[in-house]
């Protein structure tokens, strides 16, 4: 599952993608890149690393309730 074809959506604000299973870190690449993107909801999903999310400039709310292949390692540079 890729978020690819949201990319193009520049005034998105909120992205709810909760219970994807099947929702890979490369699926959620470019997120960082939306300009208004400023709540993402990953609860549930396979991901394992969020470490490119840091570079986003707009998202404040990020939800990661029971993403239990999520690493220490793949939040680095992310919580401030």
Known sequence: VSVAPLLSCKWLRKLVLDDCKSLTDEGILGLELLPAL??????????????????????????????????????AGVAS
Not at 53 to 75: E, F, R
């Open 38 to 75: 400023d709540r993402l909801d990953l609860n549930h999903t396979g991901i394992t690393c969020i470490a490119h999310l840091a570079a986003s400039s707009s998202l404040k709310v990020l939800s990661l309730n029971y993403c239990a292949k999520l690493t220490s390692k793949g939040v």
